[in-house]
C-alpha cells in the first residue's frame, strides 16, 4: 500500500502564496510519477501539474507560469509552490503518485486532500 500525507493548504488573499507538499509512505519498489489535482465546487477535477522520477514537469495552461512543481526522491515528497494566486484557484488540491509495484504492475494513490481558499 501506499500513504500519502498532504500539508500546506489554507486561506490566503488574492496575490498571496502557498507551498502545499505531499509525503508518500508505505511498500512499492519505486515511485513513476507525482501529480497534483484539483477540484473547484461544482466542477471537474482537474490535473494541475505532474513530475516524473526523470524530472519531466508539465503544468496546466490555468496555472503555468505560477505554480512550480518539485520533488525529494530521498524523502517520496512532491511540492506545489503557488505563487500569485487567484480567487480561481480555489479548490481542494490531491496530491497522486503512480509507483511500480514490488510485483511489477503500476498502482495509483491519492491524497485526502487540502483546502486552498483564495479570498479577499
Known amino acids: 500500500q501506499v500513504q500519502l500525507v498532504e500539508s500546506g493548504g489554507g486561506l490566503v488573499q488574492p496575490g498571496g502564496s502557498l507551498r502545499l507538499s505531499c509525503a508518500a509512505s508505505g511498500s512499492f519498489a519505486r515511485i513513476l510519477s507525482m501529480d497534483w489535482h484539483r477540484q473547484a465546487p461544482g466542477k471537474q477535477r482537474e490535473l494541475v501539474a505532474t513530475?516524473?522520477?526523470?524530472?519531466?514537469?508539465n503544468y496546466a495552461d490555468s496555472v503555468k507560469g505560477r505554480f512550480t512543481i518539485s520533488r525529494d526522491g530521498d524523502k517520496n515528497t512532491v511540492y506545489l509552490q503557488m505563487n500569485s494566486l487567484k480567487p480561481e484557484d480555489t479548490a481542494v488540491y490531491y496530491c497522486n503518485v503512480d509507483v511500480q509495484r514490488y510485483n511489477g504492475f503500476r498502482g495509483s494513490s491519492w491524497g485526502q486532500g487540502t483546502q486552498v481558499t483564495v479570498s479577499s
Open positions: 513530475i516524473t522520477s526523470g524530472g519531466s514537469t
